[in-house]
């Protein structure tokens, strides 16, 4: 197994732009998260999803948007990229029915914008 | 919302110390989760630990619920063990499901 995969690993972006971050898991968890992580900060948590279908807010969704049509996929939007965005952002998953089970992180993407 | 608070936040250790670090929250949790975030960015999930006591070789944690706080032991460190360790906790009362509140972590510096 992959496990978590997140692609890009890096990128650079002007204000204003848009983009898309893809998060993949192979290990037919039912949980996916996305968080971020500011420098010298914790990780807090923008969107997540319960299933297939069904996505809700975190902490801090201002400015993006996800959406789920698989099991295995979590793409995490930016319409209008602002330096605030600027953050490193990790993907991560659980298999649990009710979220109590360990969270498995995928590798980050580093999000600058300039 | 939960708080989460881990101390110390800086730690220097010399290769082979022991050492403690702490996570306290502020609610009942029904999920408690101990990671490393090596040098490299990388979170590696060490123990899921919403009560007790568990040892993985060299890492050991315990949570006293009751109490609401987490230890996590690391017994004749290495320079590998360097990063940051983050203590997470998930809301009891539901609504969250499984959401993860991180505390801010605890940066260790392993010198040879």
């Known amino acids: 197994n992959a496990g978590v995969t997140q692609t890009p690993k890096f990128r650079i972006l002007k204000i204003g732009q848009s983009m898309t971050l893809q998060c993949t898991q192979d290990?037919?968890?039912?949980?996916m998260y996305w968080y971020r992580q500011d420098p010298g900060m914790g990780l807090k948590l923008i969107y997540y999803?319960?299933?297939?279908?069904?996505?809700d807010k975190g902490e801090v969704p201002n400015g993006y948007n996800v959406s789920r049509s698989t099991t295995e996929d979590f793409p995490l939007r930016l319409e209008l990229a602002a330096p605030s965005q600027t953050s490193v952002y990790f993907c991560?998953?659980?298999?649990?029915?009710?979220?109590?089970?360990?969270?498995?992180f995928g590798p980050g993407t580093r999000l600058t914008v300039l | 919302g939960i708080q989460v608070e881990q101390s110390p936040p800086d730690l220097i250790l010399q290769e082979g110390a022991n050492s403690t670090l702490r996570c306290n929250f502020s609610?009942?949790?029904?999920?408690l989760q101990w990671f490393h975030q090596n040098p490299w960015g990388q979170l590696i999930n060490l123990f899921y630990?919403?009560?007790g006591t568990k040892q993985n070789g060299r890492l050991s944690a315990t949570t006293v619920a009751t109490e609401r706080y987490s230890l996590l032991y690391i017994s004749s460190s290495q320079t590998t063990d360097s990063g940051v360790y983050f203590c997470?906790?998930?809301?009891?009362?539901?609504?969250?499901?499984?959401?993860?509140?991180f505390g801010k972590g605890t940066k260790l510096s392993v010198k040879p």
């Open positions: 997470a906790v998930g809301d009891y009362y539901g609504g969250s499901q499984g959401n993860l509140i």
């Open positions: 999803s319960v299933g297939a279908g069904i996505t």
């Open positions: 991560a998953s659980s298999l649990g029915t009710s979220g109590t089970d360990t969270q498995y």
């Open positions: 630990i919403p009560s």
């Open positions: 290990m037919n968890h039912n949980y």
């Open positions: 609610d009942s949790v029904n999920n």
